[in-house]
């Protein structure tokens, strides 16, 4: 009688095992596979005072390619990049992180960062950008390979500013090279051991310039100063010890 009951109460543990299995599984088949590699600041109060030292409060916002225009936008965003995307990296459902920057109400700008797939490993890189797309600072936060501190030099970072995405139209991505010769040919590679982990950071840049341009400025009315509404800030950024505040609106 007793093994009875113990081979009972084994049956019902086992039961309630595989239906506890079975909704665990159905919970991370709904998870978003791209939940992972969206690009974060590590600390976006502080990285983006460093950015924009003049800046009062930031917002972040969400966009991806398949909420924006599915697989037609897609393609428009790889023909202007000059590569397909592919990878964990590049799936069309991946959530980018855009931080609009103010200074009191007045926008003044944005920073955007990608993942990119180096030689060793990924890559990421931000960019600060103007209201009208240029850029104002160049922020590698990860590195995974050889010359790190190099490619975030002040002085690598420097020959980016200026730049616009027209500037990277001649830029073959694929091919390496700049036809005719324009200033993405002009950017010195710090560490020339590292050519293609050097070549995937002018990629990033490429891509993280024509995503802003399709999932943001694009969306942007004649006339409007932001493309997104902006209803909520989270400025004034906080002094020390004090927690930061950023508000998050999915679009």
């Known amino acids: 009688m007793r093994g009875k009951k113990l081979s009972a109460k084994t049956r019902a543990w086992k039961h309630s095992g595989t239906i506890l299995a079975l909704l665990l599984s159905g919970l991370l088949v709904n998870l978003p596979l791209s939940g ?7 600390d976006p109060a502080r990285d983006i005072k460093m950015l924009f030292p003049q ?12 909420d924006s225009g599915g697989q037609k936008l897609l393609g428009k965003i790889e023909n202007r990049l000059g590569d ?24 003044i700008g944005f920073v955007h960062g990608v993942n990119q ?26 590195f995974t390979g050889r010359g790190a501190r190099e490619f975030r030099s002040p002085q690598f970072s420097a020959q980016f500013v200026g730049l616009k ?12 090279q700049e036809i005719p010769p324009g200033p993405i040919s002009r950017i010195k590679n710090p560490v020339p051991d590292s050519e293609d982990d050097f070549r995937a950071i002018l990629r ?6 024509v995503l ?26 906080p002094g ?4 930061a505040l950023i508000e998050g609106e999915s679009i």
């Not at 990033?204 to 310039?209: M, R």
């Not at 942007?220 to 800030?233: R, Y």
């Open 36 to 42: 992972a590699v969206g690009c974060d600041l590590n």
């Open 55 to 66: 800046s009062t409060g930031f917002r972040t916002f969400y966009v991806s390619v398949a």
């Open 84 to 107: 397909r995307f592919s990878g964990l990296f590049e799936t069309i459902d991946v959530p980018y992180t855009v931080y609009e920057i103010y200074k009191n109400n007045e926008l």
């Open 117 to 142: 797939k180096g030689r060793y490993g990924g890559i990421q890189v931000f960019l600060a950008l103007t209201p009208s797309g240029e850029i104002l600072s160049f922020y590698v936060q990860k």
């Open 165 to 176: 995405l027209q500037d990277f139209d001649n830029y073959q991505v694929q091919s390496r």
């Open 204 to 209: 990033a840049v490429k891509k993280n310039l």
């Open 212 to 237: 802003m341009k399709f999932l943001v400025f694009n969306r942007q009315k004649p006339g409007e100063k932001s493309p997104i509404p902006t209803a909520v800030l989270s400025g004034p950024f």
């Open 240 to 243: 020390p010890g004090s927690p």
